[in-house]
Each structure stands twice: as C-alpha cells, then as structure tokens.
C-alpha cells in the first residue's frame, strides 16, 4: 500500500523567524514571499511612485534580514516590518537612489525581488479602476507625511488607531487627529484632480 507523505503545515512567522536566526536563509525568503506584496503595495501609496514602492520594499526587507535578531516578537512580524519600511521610506528621500553592493549582495542571499500587483490584473480589467489608483496615488503625494502615512496606515493597511500610535510613536489622540485632517485633505485634492481631468476633457471635446 502506497503511502502519501502529509502536506507539510505552513509555518508561522514566529518558526520562520527562528528558523532564519538559526542560518536558514530560505526562511527568510518565504517571509518575503509573504508579505511583499502587501508591503509594496502600501510604499506605492506612500511613496507616490511605483518604483520608488520598489526600491523602499527592497531595502525595508533587507534591513530586516540584518536586524532581525532585534526583533522580540512583542508585536506582529509585518507590523515591525512596516516600521522599518516607513522608516526606511523617509531615508529614501534623503540619499541617493542607488542601495549600495551590500544590499544588492543581501538581496541575492534572501531572493528578494518585490513584485508589481499590477501585473496580476486581468486583461479585460477595467482601465477606469487603474485610473482612479493613480488619481488617489497622486493625490496622496501631494499630502504631507504627517497626515499620508497614518492615513495609509489606517485606510490601506487597516491598522487600529492603537497600533499606528504605537508605530508612530505618538499619543493615539493625535493619530485620529492626524487621519481626521488627513481624509479631509484627501478629498479635497481628489475633487480637484477630479475637477482638472473633467476640464480638460471638455476642452479636448
């Protein structure tokens, strides 16, 4: 009688965690398979450019792989993730776009390569539903990082006001403040983007 081995158990963030700790550098992949889509799709929101959301992502998943010894597991695994990629999303700003040979040696060592959701799209998509993600990217980088990130936070990535306080390290008073302002001041921007593009469509009619 021919006997079938099991379907091996999917393991949690915390076993593969150990697992990279103790050398097993695969461990570490199957984090990224896990979460980089979910990441780059928030560093989009929050960085305004898709391939500004893909050097971010990289870099956020190597720092990671370096810190991850630091990591004690008092939060999700993907919460502490975030921190560093919002983080490392502010830096991004402030250096030179090129990551340097250390972390393009990290990035071959983890298999580490971000994918684009957007090549995931059916063929007969809707082009209105791509064109309303770019109105509200491009209204989002006109906001300021005080208001977008909590507002991404909470409306992307569906965080409770008391972990993003937590992440942002500030009182949970001035998180809903913040997202209070910063949804206001989406919609003000959307229904101007929105107004331009009706303008010049009637003036290309």
Same mark, same amino acid.
């Given at each position: 009688?021919? =006997?079938?081995?099991?379907? !091996?158990?999917? @393991? /949690?963030?915390? *076993?593969?965690?150990?697992?990279?700790? &103790? @050398?097993? %550098?695969?461990?570490?992949? *199957?984090?990224?398979? $896990?979460?980089?889509? $979910?990441?780059?799709?928030?560093?989009?929101?929050? %960085?305004?450019?898709?391939?500004?959301?893909?050097?971010?992502?990289?870099?956020?998943?190597?720092?990671?792989?370096?810190?991850?010894?630091?990591? !004690?597991?008092?939060?999700?695994?993907?919460?502490?993730?975030?921190? #560093? &990629?919002?983080?490392? /999303?502010?830096?991004?700003? !402030?250096?030179? @776009?090129?990551?340097?040979?250390? =972390?393009?040696?990290?990035?071959?060592?983890?298999?580490?390569?971000? %994918?684009?959701?957007?090549?995931?799209?059916?063929?007969?998509?809707?082009?209105?539903?791509?064109?309303?993600?770019? #109105?509200? $990217?491009?209204?989002?980088?006109?906001? %300021?990082?005080?208001?977008?990130?909590?507002?991404?936070? &909470?409306?992307?990535?569906?965080?409770?006001?008391?972990? #993003?306080?937590?992440?942002?390290?500030?009182? =949970?008073?001035?998180? @809903?403040?913040? =997202?209070?302002?910063?949804? &206001?001041?989406?919609? *003000?921007?959307? $229904? !101007?983007?929105?107004?331009?593009?009706?303008?010049?469509?009637?003036?290309?009619?």
């Amino acid at each position: 009688m021919l =006997i079938l081995d099991e379907p !091996r158990a999917e @393991r /949690s963030d915390q *076993e593969l965690i150990a697992a990279a700790l &103790a @050398r097993d %550098t695969s461990a570490f992949g *199957e984090l990224v398979s $896990r979460y980089q889509n $979910r990441l780059y799709g928030a560093l989009v929101h929050m %960085t305004g450019s898709a391939e500004d959301a893909k050097d971010v992502a990289q870099e956020a998943f190597v720092l990671a792989f370096q810190k991850l010894a630091t990591f !004690r597991g008092d939060s999700q695994f993907y919460s502490w993730l975030f921190r #560093i &990629a919002m983080n490392a /999303s502010v830096n991004f700003r !402030r250096k030179n @776009r090129s990551l340097g040979a250390s =972390i393009e040696a990290t990035k071959e060592r983890i298999g580490l390569e971000p %994918t684009d959701p957007r090549r995931d799209m059916q063929p007969d998509q809707p082009m209105e539903q791509a064109e309303r993600q770019h #109105i509200v $990217r491009e209204a989002l980088a006109q906001m %300021t990082a005080e208001f977008r990130i909590p507002l991404v936070m &909470a409306e992307m990535e569906e965080m409770k006001y008391e972990e #993003i306080a937590v992440l942002l390290k500030c009182p =949970i008073g001035t998180v @809903r403040s913040r =997202i209070h302002r910063g949804r &206001a001041e989406l919609r *003000e921007k959307l $229904r !101007r983007l929105l107004k331009n593009e009706e303008d010049m469509l009637d003036g290309s009619g």
